[in-house]
């Protein structure tokens, strides 16, 4: 039926919307950079400051109650690196910082391992910031943070007991937020990258012309909504309940895994918006802006509606549903950037793949 109403809703199209030759880009750009780039790479800064914060605080004076804060500061962190992560250009993918906030997929349990072996050492060179920086990516990032906060003997923390394990944790929150301050500061250079992709010319060696940095733009969407549906989700999301496995979801053990979905396609949406990369269109293809819209809209709820420890969720039925739903409307959505959004305004993302089906 999806695919009988795209069918339809082409054969009316009428007047063809601007190509990227005749787009903006500059204008696009900017607006994509100031009214969702910067507030949302501020915003997760905020957030690893103060889960920095709770985190020392948790290590001066060991309680239930330190740690719960301590752990609501991680959640509060995950959901702002969520909404800001989808933009993997500039800044965030320069000095491995990328791999250094999030190592996953960690398919051989590699970060795991090396986090696990460094609290049972008791390495004490792992508890300070600076000598963190130079060690694994797998264990500076919010990967190894979630094992300190919930992996298995996480409850020492509430406690003298846990003093060393509660260093490492502190050590990967500070180098956390200090990569989160890099890559704020980056991103409001006057001369940095933020310059370089508003700015496509003869003269700049990322961005040749207009549609070199429109194509950027539109890859995050392409290649978003792919590493949602086809990584995270399909990483653990079986055909059959059977053949569901969830302890290889990102963030389970923090019961964050729905969360991280719904702030990737928020993020998205937010992006898409603000942007005004669908104002071009003619009047007879506005149809699909506003169905990227609506289709963000339900990708949303449907992640919203599957929030809470993973194992619960695939438990219930109509929960676990929820999920599948997700990955039809990501699907839906990559038809809509890769084949209508791409064709009305002649841009191309250059990705290797794109799953309609």
């Known amino acids: 039926m999806l695919r009988s109403l795209f069918a339809a809703a082409a054969l009316v199209l009428a007047q063809p919307a601007a190509h990227a030759a005749e787009l903006d880009a500059p204008a696009i750009i900017g607006k994509a950079i100031d009214g969702f780039v910067r507030p949302a790479y501020r915003d997760f800064h905020a957030a690893t400051a103060q889960m920095a914060s709770g985190a020392k605080?948790?290590?001066?004076?060991?309680?239930?109650?330190?740690?719960?804060?301590?752990?609501?500061?991680?959640?509060?962190?995950?959901?702002?690196?969520?909404?800001?992560?989808?933009?993997?250009?500039?800044?965030?993918?320069?000095?491995?910082?990328?791999?250094?906030?999030l190592f996953w997929p960690d398919r051989k349990s590699t970060g795991l391992k090396q986090v696990q072996a460094a609290i049972e050492a008791g390495d004490e060179s792992a508890s300070d910031p600076a000598g963190l920086a130079t060690k694994s990516v797998a264990m500076q990032g919010l990967g190894a943070l979630e094992y300190v906060l919930f992996g298995t003997g996480a409850e020492t923390l509430a406690g003298p007991e846990g003093a060393h394990r509660c260093g490492f944790g502190a050590a990967v929150a500070a180098n956390l937020d200090n990569m989160a301050g890099e890559v704020e500061v980056a991103w409001n250079a006057p001369d940095g990258f933020a310059k370089t992709w508003a700015t496509p010319g003869e003269g700049n060696a990322l961005y040749r012309n207009g549609n070199e940095a429109l194509s950027a733009l539109f890859k995050i969407f392409v290649n978003g909504l792919e590493l949602d549906r086809d990584v995270r989700l399909g990483g653990f999301l079986g055909k059959t309940e059977a053949e569901d496995k969830p302890k290889?979801?990102?963030?389970?053990?923090s019961a964050k895994t729905a969360d991280t979905l719904a702030g990737n396609m928020a993020g998205m949406k937010a992006l898409f918006e603000a942007s005004g990369l669908g104002e071009p269109l003619g009047a007879d293809e506005r149809w699909i802006a506003g169905s990227i819209g609506f289709e963000f809209g339900n990708a949303i709820g449907a992640a919203e509606a599957a929030r809470g420890p993973l194992a619960d969720v695939l438990a219930d039925p109509a929960r676990r549903g929820k999920l599948a739903y997700l990955g039809i409307v990501t699907s839906s959505l990559s038809e809509l950037f890769g084949i209508r959004f791409a064709d009305a305004l002649g841009l191309s993302a250059g990705f290797s793949s794109l799953d309609g089906d």
Do not use: H, M, Y
């Open 57 to 101: 605080a948790l290590c001066a004076a060991p309680s239930e109650a330190n740690l719960e804060a301590a752990r609501k500061a991680f959640g509060a962190t995950v959901d702002a690196w969520s909404r800001a992560e989808i933009i993997r250009v500039g800044p965030i993918t320069e000095q491995n910082r990328l791999e250094r906030v």
């Open 248 to 253: 290889q979801a990102l963030f389970w053990r």
